[in-house]
């Protein structure tokens, strides 16, 4: 009786079917549909799709950087004669502090190299970055009854109208950092890369700072000189981020800080036309941080059948040390130059110039492999 009843349904169910229209597509199987986007929130190694990858890479930059630092100011250049009471009336400062558009930019490199690991994908790296800085500058006053104003003398009683028209300075600068880091690259969505990063930061910015006072008559020439020098080891931290626009473009964006612990070694002279100026030096240990910022664009391709990829970076960067500058500048008492002789009658008041911040702007462009 029930297989009756199921052989009139079937039969039932054939006769009243519509047929398939011979224009219908034909459904794709299940397999091979297309996948749906996503998912968009995920940690996925970061792969840079090599065949038979050695995974390791190498690169270099070169860099163009402008460096300025707060307090090396050397002399108030004043368009107006001195009033009685010798306050400045039209003055202005002159040296390499504060927005000065002339100062060059100065060449730099830096070189580095990596391997990823087995561990989930992590990977090592080191880079050595070399600036080269030097920055001159020469001021002068040459307007009737105007003065120059020195600002690296010892002590307040030398007479501005007798240290001449002109005064220079010379900045020089040699900056090495040694950077070893451990990254974990990883997928944040399918094109947005994070990369964070931990480990250690060695440095040794060494700087030289001279000023030359020409003096209005022979014999009155006044020069200072200076070597702030520091050297330091600390741990560093940050994340590298790569925001991917396709065919090979990506726009990049990295941020970093480090503190390192570090010492300070000052020298300082001052030499007068006759008799006695200063020599000093002095040395101390203190933590200092630093700061990094990058951003720019980014190109790459893969090629020699997919077994090597090359890519191309331009970035404009941000360094920021602080409290790098510490010498010490005098600033009362009767000491200097009067008529030609050096009097030093207690000028022996003094401070650190202004624990300037040590900056470093520019443009890098850089060439790595991946093999």
């Keep these: 009786m029930l297989a009756s009843s199921v052989a009139v349904l079937v039969a039932t169910t ?20 297309e996948p749906k986007p996503g998912p968009f929130a995920f940690a996925y190694p970061f792969d840079m799709d090599l065949n038979c990858p050695r995974d390791f890479y190498f690169h270099v930059d070169g860099l163009a950087m402008q ?18 009471t010798g306050s400045i009336t039209h003055g202005t400062v002159e040296g390499f502090a504060g927005d000065n558009n ?33 920055n001159y500058e020469r001021t002068s006053e040459r307007v009737a009854g105007g003065v120059l104003i020195p600002l690296w003398l010892l002590g307040s009683g030398t007479p501005a109208a007798q240290l001449g028209e002109s005064a ?18 990883y997928y944040v969505s399918r094109y947005l890369v994070f990369s964070p990063h931990f480990g250690i ?26 070597q702030n020098d520091f050297w330091g080891i600390g741990a560093r931290a940050g994340i590298d981020t790569d925001w991917i626009l396709g065919k090979g473009w990506c726009l990049f964006g990295n941020v970093a800080a480090s503190m390192l612990f570090g010492k300070f ?23 200092t941080p630093n700061f990094e910022m990058a951003l720019g664009i980014g190109w790459g ?42 009097v030093n009658n207690g000028a022996y008041a003094n401070d650190t110039v202004s624990r300037g911040n040590f900056t470093l702007n520019g443009f890098s462009l850089k060439l790595q492999f991946d093999i």
């Design 168 to 185: 220079s300075a010379k900045w020089d600068v040699k900056y090495n950092t040694i950077d070893v880091r451990l990254a974990k690259p």
């Design 265 to 287: 070694e000052i020298d300082q002279s001052l030499t007068l036309p006759s008799g006695p100026g200063f020599d000093l030096d002095y040395d101390y240990h203190q933590n």
């Design 14 to 33: 054939s006769l009243n079917a519509i047929p398939r229209d011979p224009c219908d597509p034909v459904p794709p199987p299940v397999c091979c549909e």
């Design 67 to 84: 460096a300025k630092e707060d307090g090396l100011d050397f002399a108030i250049k004043d368009s107006s004669a001195p009033s009685s």
């Design 201 to 226: 930061r060695g440095g040794w910015i060494d700087q030289q700072f001279s000023v030359d006072y020409s003096g209005n008559a022979v014999g009155q020439r006044a020069i200072h000189h200076g």
């Design 301 to 342: 391709m893969h090629f020699n059948k997919q077994r090597n990829h090359v890519g191309l970076r331009a970035a404009y960067e941000f360094h920021e040390w602080f409290d790098q500058l510490n010498m010490r500048k005098f600033s009362s008492g009767t000491g200097g130059v009067v008529a030609g002789a050096a």
């Design 102 to 134: 002339e100062w060059d930019y100065n060449p730099g490199v830096r070189v580095g190299f990596g391997f990823y690991l087995d561990h989930d994908a992590w990977n090592f790296d080191c880079n050595w970055t070399w600036l080269n800085i030097t």
